[in-house]
């Protein structure tokens, strides 16, 4: 939680509304993970972004979700028309190179927990 | 995907040493073994990583066999304050995804 910059920190939405959701990583790390934690589960793997890239987004749903790290400010989580199976914590996580298989720790943010109504 | 096995829960008492052992058999040769703290409503905390052997920080330790295929995170003397979800996971792939199980479930009672 060491810096990872999350908000908001809560957000309510009614159904069919939009959600995003922002991410200013650590200083000095340029790879920013998203993470969604349902009630009572472990966090699942949504998207990886470097700078304006996508690296790896097999966790994403395919439709109303996406994602992006421009080259200035933060990441943002972007859910459109939303529903209320995507009431859930978002957790954003940053590295400064490739993440835990190079030894390198990953941190993360303190959440963004979304209410879908 | 490395998948790991941790226990569901696990209860202690205070000032008592607790040991969680994660299974993580099919973990890849450059993968790093990286424990996390989660309290309620909180995002995952950083509580160490290593590769072999044994590391120790201020907060824990850490034991991973020579075959890798397990480790066990070691908390000394707990207090009520250490009750959280703790988290084993192996990293893998290009992508570096890391797939939380479901964690344990540690109580620490007075």
């Known amino acids: 939680n060491a810096g990872v910059m999350q908000n908001p920190r809560h957000l309510v939405r009614r159904r069919g509304q939009e959600a995003r959701l922002r991410c200013s990583p650590m200083?000095?790390?340029?790879?920013v993970y998203w993470y969604r934690q349902l009630p009572e589960e472990g966090l699942k793997f949504m998207v990886y972004?470097?700078?304006?890239?996508?690296?790896?987004e097999s966790g994403m749903p395919k439709e109303r979700f996406s994602a992006e790290f421009p080259k200035e400010g933060p990441s943002i989580l972007r859910i459109q028309q939303v529903v209320r199976g995507d009431s859930a914590a978002y957790f954003c996580?940053?590295?400064?190179?490739?993440?835990?298989?190079?030894?390198?720790?990953?941190?993360f943010g303190e959440g963004s927990w979304l209410t879908v109504v | 995907l490395a998948k790991t096995t941790q226990p569901i829960s696990m209860d202690s008492y205070e000032g008592q040493e607790v040991n969680i052992t994660c299974s993580h058999n099919?973990?890849?040769?450059?993968?790093?073994i990286t424990w996390y703290q989660q309290f309620p409503s909180q995002g995952p905390r950083f509580i160490i990583q290593g590769y072999k052997t044994k590391v120790t920080n201020e907060v824990a330790s850490l034991f991973i066999p020579a075959d890798r295929k397990s480790s066990t995170l070691s908390l000394p003397r707990v207090s009520l304050s250490d009750t959280a979800v703790y988290y084993c996971l192996v990293g893998e792939g290009a992508g570096n995804m890391l797939t939380f199980g479901g964690g344990t479930r540690l109580m620490v009672k007075p």
């Open positions: 972004l470097q700078k304006e890239n996508i690296i790896d």
């Open positions: 200083k000095g790390h340029s790879h």
């Open positions: 996580a940053s590295s400064p190179n490739q993440g835990a298989n190079t030894g390198n720790t990953i941190y």
């Open positions: 099919n973990i890849a040769t450059n993968d790093y």
